[in-house]
Every structure is written in C-alpha cells, then in structure tokens.
C-alpha cells in the first residue's frame, strides 16, 4: 500500500454572517459577536414563516462586507445561484492566500478542485418552478440547469483558474464541507492530486428553504432576539438558526508547499466518517455516529483522545442533536482536557458551509492559541457542567490539535481532526 503523504492548509477564505475575509470572520468569533439578524424583507419577505431570523453576509462595499461584484462579474452571476457566487468569492481569496499560481501545465494537471453543498441551487429552482406555473416551459432559462447543480461551483474554479486536476463535488447534508475537504485531502495524500480547492458553499434562505426547515420544526422561533437565539447546550435552545455562506481551503502536500515557501496554517492529520444507521434526521441519543467519525479521526492520526486541545463541535443548538454530540465527546474525552465550543452559536448553521468554516476557524484557533467562546450558554444543561464549553469568552489556550465535526441528515457524520504544523 502507497504511504500516505502530509497534507497541510496553505489558503483560507470565508463568506459568512460574521463577516467576508478570513481576518474579519476571525475577529468576530473571537470577540463574540454574532452575526444573527432578523431577515431582511430585501432577501425574503418572512411574514408567513415561524422563523423570521437567519446569518446572512451584509452586501457592502466596506472591509468585511460582501462584494462579489468585485470578484465575479454582474454579468456571470446572472447565470450562476447564489450559493455558487458564495463560493467563488470565498475561493477566490483562498487562492490568492494560498500564492499559488500554476502556469506549468503539469502544475495545472496536478491542482483539482472539490467543493460541495448541501442543497445546492435552491433559489434557482424556486424561481424557475414559479415560472413554470406562471409562464409555462418557453420561459425557462437556459442557465437553469447549470444554475442549479451542485458540481457546477467546483467547475467554475477549475474553468477560471485553469485548473484541471481532480474535479469533483460532495453532497451530504450538513457534513458536505468537512467531507469535501477530508475526500480532497485524501486525494493529495495518496498521489491524486498536488493541491486542492477544497470546501462548501450555501445559500438556502429561500421561500422553499426556509419554508421546509420551518414545516420540520428544526429552526429557531426566538425572533425578538435574534443575536440570543442560536444557544448551543443552553436549556433555552430551540432549534438552529439558518445560515448562508462559504468556506474554502486551498490544501497541499506538504513538501510541494515548503519547497515553495508556503506559509502553513495546520496539518490536516485525521479524517473519520461514520453512519448512523438510525433516523433520518434524529442521531442516535447516545451520539454513537459521532462517536464512531471522532474515532476514526483519531486513529488515523494515530494519536490518542487525550492529545486533543480544542473541539469545534457541530453544536447546532437542536435539543436532540446538542445532547447526542455531546454524549458521543463526553465518553471519549472525559479525563482529559480537550476545550470544545461551537461557533454556529455566532455564525448561526451554514448548512453545506458549516464545516469547511468552522474548519477554517480550527485552524486559526493553532495558529493564535486561541478557543473560540460559545456565546448565550447561560443556563447549561445538566449533563454538560465540568466540562469545559468555552462559555460567552474566548479563552487562550496552547492548541496543538484540533478536532471539527459536522453531521447531517440521513446519519451522515464527518470529523477532520488537524495538528499545529511543526
């Protein structure tokens, strides 16, 4: 069997509610803001729906805010989703972080691209299925199609940064941008590939988006304050918050980024997946999936539990799933001194996004020495007192490894576990 190569992250950049810019977001989740608002009538009128609050970036031209005029032209986003947008704009400033700029075409062969969604194109198909019923089959757009399709955000990389590797894309619900970059990161580290373009993109605050998260009961209906409504592990939580946004990494065998000169962020050392097997969208109460992807993680790193410093938890702030994530660490870490927090506390849940951000939000916890806070613990549940939850204040901390998880529906569970890159 063909020894496993070092994959490191050498590029980040991020879409999201807390702010555009992988310094901004940063800066952000470690001063505890959230990026939790009442929906804007501009993006959707919420009149008719229980929820009426979401993440969403603020479009601006001001440093943090989102100007994807900047990146893509006007003319070109007319013919993309919105969740696609997201995500050229968070690849292009993974990119330009990364300096990697291939010109020699064996260079180009050897950089691939794989990033996900979870939903994919939703507002597309809303608005080509009112069409539809309004106008009839003429009025559809010829761009429907490859407005709608997740793969296509990953082919719009390849196309315009010329890269022709790997090309491909992940759909597995919540887990997709922790999957995306563990099955990119697995692809350089068995010869595939050199570099990839790696992570997940969402848009789905949308009539029919948020129409069926509010049908299923998942999402927050604490409206009258929205920046306390995303509460993970608190007593108070009543479902997610929605989010939109993008991650993405650029990742690269670690001699290719040294010989280079690259700066690196963390090593990508442990990848696990699991199924649940039980429900398809409640985990099992005992956090078993979970447990199961965390162990895999581990072994593949070839550390033990103990080694781990900091944990970005799924942490969702669902009644079920806080509790069943929770189980699943309490039983493989209790006696060490792992820290675990959950950022979707400030960013909301970014859906298909979710774990290629918080990914990015791992990394830079090594980088800084930094555990990002859970903001509105106020009232924990039982169970999770003693253990430490980064509550309401980031705390400084030696970070050599870190753990990020991400489940979703259908039992679909991903861990990537990273490592200060010595």
Same mark, same amino acid.
């Given at each position: 069997?063909?020894?496993?190569?070092?994959?490191?992250?050498?590029?980040?950049?991020?879409?999201?509610?807390?702010?555009?810019? $992988?310094? /901004?977001?940063?800066?952000?989740?470690?001063?505890?803001?959230?990026?939790?608002?009442?929906?804007?009538?501009?993006? %959707?009128?919420?009149?008719?729906?229980?929820?009426? @609050?979401?993440? =969403?970036?603020?479009?601006?031209?001001?440093?943090?805010?989102?100007?994807?005029?900047?990146?893509?032209?006007?003319?070109?986003?007319?013919?993309?989703? *919105?969740?696609?947008?997201?995500?050229? $704009?968070?690849?292009?400033?993974?990119?330009?972080?990364?300096?990697?700029?291939?010109?020699?075409?064996?260079?180009?062969?050897?950089?691939?691209? +794989?990033?996900?969604?979870?939903?994919?194109?939703?507002?597309?198909?809303?608005?080509?299925?009112?069409?539809? /019923?309004?106008?009839?089959?003429?009025?559809?757009?010829?761009?429907?199609?490859?407005?709608?399709?997740?793969?296509?955000?990953?082919?719009?990389?390849?196309?315009? =940064? #010329?890269?022709?590797?790997?090309?491909?894309?992940?759909?597995?619900?919540?887990?997709?941008?922790?999957?995306?970059?563990?099955?990119?990161?697995? +692809?350089?580290?068995?010869?595939?590939?050199?570099?990839? $373009?790696?992570?997940?993109?969402?848009?789905?605050?949308?009539?029919?988006?948020?129409?069926?998260?509010?049908?299923?009961?998942?999402?927050?209906?604490?409206?009258?304050?929205?920046?306390?409504?995303?509460?993970?592990? !608190?007593?108070?939580?009543?479902?997610?918050? @929605?989010?939109?946004?993008?991650?993405?990494?650029?990742?690269?065998?670690?001699? /290719?980024?040294? &010989?280079?000169?690259?700066?690196?962020?963390?090593?990508?050392? #442990?990848?696990?997946?699991?199924?649940?097997?039980?429900?398809?969208?409640?985990?099992?109460?005992?956090?078993?999936?979970? =447990?199961?992807?965390?162990?895999? &993680?581990?072994?593949?790193?070839?550390?033990?539990?103990?080694?781990?410093? =900091?944990?970005?938890?799924?942490?969702?702030?669902?009644?079920?799933? !806080?509790?069943?994530?929770?189980?699943?660490?309490?039983? %493989?870490?209790?006696?060490?001194?792992?820290? %675990?927090?959950?950022? *979707?506390?400030?960013?909301? /849940?970014l859906l298909g996004a979710a774990g290629a951000v918080e990914t990015i939000f791992s990394a830079l916890a090594i980088r800084d020495n930094i555990c990002p806070p859970t903001i509105n613990l106020e009232d924990p549940e039982e169970v999770t007192v003693g253990f430490?939850?980064?509550?309401?204040?980031? *705390?400084?901390?030696?970070?050599?490894?870190?753990?990020?998880?991400?489940?979703?529906?259908?039992?679909?569970? &991903?861990?990537?576990?990273?490592?200060?890159?010595?």
């Amino acid at each position: 069997m063909q020894s496993k190569r070092r994959v490191v992250i050498t590029g980040m950049g991020i879409v999201s509610p807390v702010g555009c810019g $992988v310094d /901004h977001a940063w800066a952000a989740i470690k001063a505890g803001k959230s990026g939790v608002r009442a929906i804007d009538p501009g993006l %959707m009128d919420v009149t008719e729906y229980s929820s009426k @609050i979401g993440g =969403y970036p603020i479009n601006g031209t001001e440093p943090g805010q989102y100007n994807p005029d900047a990146i893509v032209d006007p003319r070109e986003q007319r013919r993309m989703d *919105k969740f696609m947008v997201y995500g050229l $704009v968070a690849a292009d400033e993974a990119i330009k972080d990364s300096g990697w700029t291939p010109t020699e075409e064996q260079d180009k062969d050897r950089t691939g691209v +794989l990033i996900g969604s979870g939903i994919g194109g939703m507002q597309s198909i809303y608005e080509t299925c009112v069409e539809l /019923h309004e106008k009839g089959p003429r009025r559809i757009s010829p761009f429907f199609i490859t407005k709608s399709i997740i793969n296509m955000l990953s082919g719009h990389v390849s196309i315009n =940064y #010329g890269f022709r590797g790997p090309n491909s894309s992940v759909v597995t619900a919540c887990a997709t941008g922790t999957h995306a970059i563990g099955d990119a990161s697995r +692809l350089i580290a068995y010869g595939a590939a050199d570099v990839m $373009v790696a992570g997940g993109a969402e848009a789905a605050i949308c009539p029919i988006g948020m129409g069926g998260f509010c049908a299923m009961r998942a999402l927050s209906t604490r409206n009258d304050e929205p920046t306390r409504a995303s509460r993970p592990w !608190d007593k108070g939580r009543d479902g997610f918050v @929605i989010g939109e946004g993008a991650g993405v990494l650029v990742l690269e065998e670690y001699e /290719h980024a040294v &010989a280079r000169g690259a700066k690196i962020y963390a090593e990508v050392v #442990g990848y696990g997946m699991s199924g649940d097997s039980n429900h398809i969208t409640a985990p099992a109460e005992d956090g078993n999936g979970g =447990y199961r992807a965390m162990e895999a &993680a581990i072994k593949d790193a070839g550390i033990s539990a103990s080694d781990i410093d =900091y944990i970005n938890a799924h942490g969702t702030s669902t009644p079920l799933g !806080d509790l069943a994530e929770f189980s699943a660490v309490k039983k %493989m870490f209790t006696g060490t001194n792992v820290s %675990m927090s959950s950022t *979707k506390s400030m960013t909301g /849940h970014l859906l298909g996004a979710a774990g290629a951000v918080e990914t990015i939000f791992s990394a830079l916890a090594i980088r800084d020495n930094i555990c990002p806070p859970t903001i509105n613990l106020e009232d924990p549940e039982e169970v999770t007192v003693g253990f430490d939850l980064v509550p309401n204040v980031a *705390k400084e901390k030696t970070v050599n490894y870190a753990l990020s998880n991400s489940f979703g529906f259908g039992g679909t569970n &991903a861990s990537i576990l990273l490592k200060k890159c010595q």
